[in-house]
C-alpha cells in the first residue's frame, strides 16, 4: 500500500530529484544558487532544464509554463509543449536552459498601474530558482518573476523577493556584531492558516451573488447560526472529511506541508494549516492551496468560498500569517530561550520587530486591504484595524524591567493542576494567546492575523519583512560606530522600548475602551481601503521601502493605483450585481407572492368579508409596502452607481464608493432582508442563509 512518504513531493523536482538526476558539478551549482543566491551559468541551466523535462515527461506532462503572480492577485500560465518538428516528420522533445530561465508572455492585459502604456505588450518572466517546480495538470509549471520591458515588477513575487533579500543582509549586519559571522543567510519563514467556506454546487449556482462576487449580497439571518458554539472543532461531517481527505492528497504530492485541518467557528466554515515554509515558498504554496481547494471542491460537489465575509452575520475567514526569521543554520532569532532578559541578541532583533510595527502601522494595515477584508476587520470576530502588538505577560515584564530599571526576577514555571491524578502533568505557558491581537507574539514568531482569506500573503510579508530589515539598518548603523558596543546595546534596547511602548497592547482588542485608547497613544486607525491605501505614498514609507531597494517610487504609485482600483471595480460589480438581482429575482417573487395573496383575499371578500383575517388584509399591504422600499433602494444605488462616473481619480472615487454606493447598498440589502422574512419560501427565488449553512451533509 502506498504511503503518504511515498507519494509527498512525487509531482516535484526538489532537492531528491535533483541530486538524483543531475551530475554532481551541476547540483552543487544549483544548490550554491538555491542557497546563498549565487548566479546561474547558462550551462548549469541547460544541464537542469534537460533534466527538467526528462522527469516531466516521466510524470506525464506534455506541457511547460512560467508560473507567475501579476498583480491580479491570482496566478497565471501560458502553456508551451515540449514538442519539437524532426526532419523525418515527427516530433522531438526539447527544453532549453533559455526558456527555462526567460519567458515572454503577452503583459498588455495585466494591471500595471500606468508603468505601461496598453500598446505596449512585451513583459519577462524570469525562473526563480528558489522555489522547486512542479506538475500542474500534465503541465511543468516552472515559478518566476514577472517584469515589464522596462524593468519594473508587475507581480508580487520579486517585491517579495527583494524585501527578502534586504531583511538577510540587514540581520547579517547585526549577527556579526555578536560574533556570530559564520551565518551565511537570513529568511524569514511562514506558516499561512487558511480559513475557508465550503457549500453545494448545487445551491452555489442558485446564487447570482456568489457567482458574479464571492459573497452573498442579500440573506436574512437563519434561526441558527453560530450561536451555540458547536461547530468549532466539531466532528467533521462525512463529506467535509472527504473533501479534506482528497485534498491533502494533491497538496501532498505537491509537496505542500499540509499539517492541520478543523472545523472554524461558523457554520460550513473550515481552516487549513501548514507547516512553516520560506516565506516565497510558503507564498507559492497558498497561492497553489487555494486553487487546489477549488478544484478538489469541485470534484466533491461542492464550492469552496475564500471571500473574507461570505454571509453576512457569522464569522468571516482570514489567512493567520505565522511570520519568523531564522539563519541557516536553524538558530530561531526570534526564539527567547529560557532566561529572554539575558538574551540580548533575542531582545534587539525583538526590538527591531517591536519599532518596524510602530513605525509602519500603516504599511501593515494597507497590505491586507481589499474590499472583501473591510467587511471582517474589526467586526468582533477578527483584529482590529488599528495595529498593535501582543507580547505577553514575560516579554511584556521584560521590556517593563528594562524600561524602569527594575531587576527582573524572572517567571517561574506553574505546573497544571487538573484536579485528576491519571492526567498528565505540564507546565503551564508563561502567557496566554490573545487573539484580538493583529500582531501578536506566539513563543517563537509573530501571528499576523489581518489577513483575509483571499489575499496573497505576499503583499503583507513583503512589509513585515521590509519595516524589519529598515529597524535593524538603522540598530546596524549605531552598533557598528560604537566604541562601547555593550552599553551601546543598552541604551538601543532601553530607547526603542521607551519610544514604542505604544504600540504594545495586551488587551482585549474587541472593547471599544481600546478604540480611545489607541487614539491617545497615537496609533492610526484606517477603517476602510480608501482610508489607508493613499498611504502607501507618504514619504517615509517611499524613503523606506525605494531605500531597501524594495520598489522603486513608479511601483509603488502603480500599487496604490492599481489597490483602489481592484476596490472599486470589486464594489461596483457588488452593486451592479445587487441591481439585477434586486429587479430580475427579488422585486417579481415578491410582487408574485403579494398578488397571489391579493387574489385570494379577492376571492374570499366575495364569498364572505368576514372570512377575510386581519393578518391577510396586513401582509397585502406589508409586501406592497416592502416592494415600494425595494424600488425606491434600488433606484437609489442606481443613482449612487451612476455618480461613480463623475469622480476625478481613483482615490476620488473609493472615496465616494465608500460614502455613497457602499451605504446605499447596505439600505437595499435591508429592505431586500425583511422581505424575505415576510415572503412563503416557495416564492424566495434563491438558496436561504439557512440552506447554505447547513447544506453539506
Request: glycine content about 6%.
Amino acid at each position: 500500500m502506498e504511503t503518504i512518504k511515498d507519494y509527498f513531493g512525487s509531482l516535484v523536482f526538489d532537492d531528491r530529484v535533483m541530486k538524483a538526476m543531475l551530475p554532481e558539478k551541476v547540483y552543487q551549482s544549483m544548490k550554491k544558487t538555491i542557497d546563498e543566491g549565487s548566479e546561474l551559468d547558462i550551462n548549469v541551466a541547460n544541464a537542469v532544464a534537460t533534466a527538467m523535462k526528462d522527469w516531466a515527461v516521466s510524470k506525464g506532462a506534455t506541457h511547460y509554463t512560467h508560473w507567475f503572480q501579476p498583480l491580479t492577485g491570482v496566478t497565471a500560465e501560458k502553456h508551451d509543449s515540449f514538442i519539437s518538428p524532426s526532419p523525418d516528420g515527427g516530433v522531438i522533445l526539447e527544453f532549453s536552459g533559455k526558456e527555462l530561465i526567460k519567458g515572454e508572455p503577452d503583459a498588455s492585459s495585466f494591471p500595471s498601474g500606468g508603468l505601461r502604456a496598453t500598446f505596449e505588450a512585451r513583459g519577462y518572466t524570469a525562473w526563480d530558482p528558489t522555489s522547486y517546480a512542479f506538475i500542474k495538470n500534465k503541465t511543468l509549471c516552472i515559478p518566476t518573476a514577472f517584469c515589464s520591458y522596462g524593468g519594473h515588477a508587475l507581480d508580487k513575487k520579486t517585491p517579495l523577493l527583494r524585501s527578502m533579500e534586504a531583511l538577510n543582509k540587514q540581520a547579517l549586519r547585526v549577527l556579526k556584531l555578536f560574533g556570530n559571522t559564520s551565518v551565511k543567510r537570513v529568511t524569514s519563514s511562514v506558516g499561512p492558516e487558511q480559513e475557508y467556506f465550503l457549500i453545494t454546487a448545487e445551491m452555489y449556482d442558485k446564487r447570482p451573488d456568489l457567482k458574479y462576487t464571492g459573497r452573498t449580497l442579500f440573506g436574512a439571518k437563519p434561526p441558527k447560526g453560530q450561536e451555540m458554539d458547536d461547530h468549532y472543532f466539531g466532528v467533521i461531517k462525512p463529506k467535509v472529511a472527504e473533501f479534506m481527505d482528497d485534498l491533502n492528497v494533491e497538496l501532498w504530492k505537491l509537496g505542500i506541508l499540509a499539517k492541520t485541518e478543523h472545523n472554524e467557528v461558523a457554520p460550513a466554515q473550515h481552516e487549513l494549516a501548514p507547516i512553516y515554509s520560506t516565506t516565497n515558498i510558503a507564498t507559492d504554496h497558498n497561492q497553489l492551496t487555494m486553487e487546489i481547494m477549488q478544484k478538489v471542491a469541485a470534484r466533491h460537489g461542492l464550492v469552496c468560498l475564500l471571500h473574507e465575509k461570505p454571509f453576512a452575520g457569522v464569522n468571516g475567514s482570514g489567512k493567520h500569517n505565522n511570520w519568523s526569521i531564522a539563519t541557516d543554520a536553524g538558530q530561531n532569532l526570534l526564539s527567547p530561550g529560557d532566561t529572554p532578559h539575558e538574551n540580548a541578541q533575542f531582545l534587539l532583533f525583538l526590538c527591531a520587530v517591536i519599532k518596524a510595527v510602530d513605525d509602519y502601522q500603516d504599511l501593515l494595515r494597507l497590505s491586507v486591504a481589499t474590499a472583501g477584508n473591510d467587511h471582517r476587520l474589526g467586526a468582533n470576530e477578527a483584529p482590529p484595524a488599528i495595529v498593535s502588538v501582543f507580547l505577553g505577560d514575560e516579554l511584556n515584564a521584560v521590556l517593563e524591567a528594562i524600561e524602569t530599571g527594575a531587576h527582573y526576577a524572572g517567571t517561574k514555571k506553574m505546573q497544571m493542576k487538573l484536579g485528576v491524578d491519571v492526567l498528565p502533568k505540564f507546565n503551564r505557558d508563561t502567557t496566554d494567546r490573545n487573539r484580538t491581537s493583529p500582531f501578536a507574539f506566539t513563543g517563537n514568531k509573530f501571528e499576523f492575523r489581518m489577513l483575509g482569506s483571499s489575499n496573497s500573503i505576499a503583499c503583507a510579508n513583503i512589509m513585515i519583512n521590509s519595516a524589519v530589515a529598515e529597524s535593524l539598518r538603522l540598530f546596524a548603523d549605531k552598533l557598528e560606530k560604537a566604541s562601547d558596543f555593550n552599553a551601546v546595546l543598552h541604551d538601543l534596547i532601553y530607547k526603542t522600548v521607551k519610544d514604542h511602548k505604544r504600540i504594545i497592547f495586551n488587551g482585549n482588542g474587541y472593547n471599544d475602551e481600546w478604540i480611545d485608547e489607541a487614539v491617545k497613544r497615537g496609533l492610526s486607525n484606517y477603517k476602510t481601503t480608501p482610508d489607508c491605501m493613499p498611504h502607501l505614498l507618504d514619504k517615509k514609507n517611499v524613503d523606506m521601502l525605494t531605500g531597501l531597494g524594495v520598489f522603486s517610487e513608479a511601483e509603488l504609485k502603480s500599487r496604490c493605483e492599481i489597490m483602489l482600483e481592484n476596490y472599486c471595480k470589486s464594489v461596483s460589480i457588488e452593486a451592479s450585481t445587487m441591481v439585477q438581482m434586486v429587479k430580475t429575482q427579488i422585486i417579481p417573487a415578491v410582487q408574485a407572492y403579494s398578488m397571489d395573496i391579493a387574489k385570494a383575499v379577492k376571492t374570499k371578500m366575495a364569498i364572505d368579508e368576514a372570512a377575510v383575517s386581519e393578518y391577510e388584509k396586513q401582509l397585502v399591504k406589508t409586501t406592497a409596502i416592502y416592494i415600494d422600499r425595494m424600488d425606491e433602494g434600488v433606484s437609489a444605488l442606481e443613482a449612487a452607481i451612476r455618480g461613480i462616473g463623475l469622480c476625478g481619480d481613483i482615490i476620488e472615487e473609493s472615496a465616494y464608493i465608500r460614502d455613497n454606493v457602499l451605504p446605499s447598498m447596505s439600505e437595499l440589502r435591508v429592505a431586500c432582508d425583511e422581505a424575505e422574512l415576510i415572503t412563503a419560501k416557495n416564492y424566495w427565488p434563491f438558496p436561504t442563509y439557512g440552506e447554505l449553512l447547513f447544506g453539506v451533509r
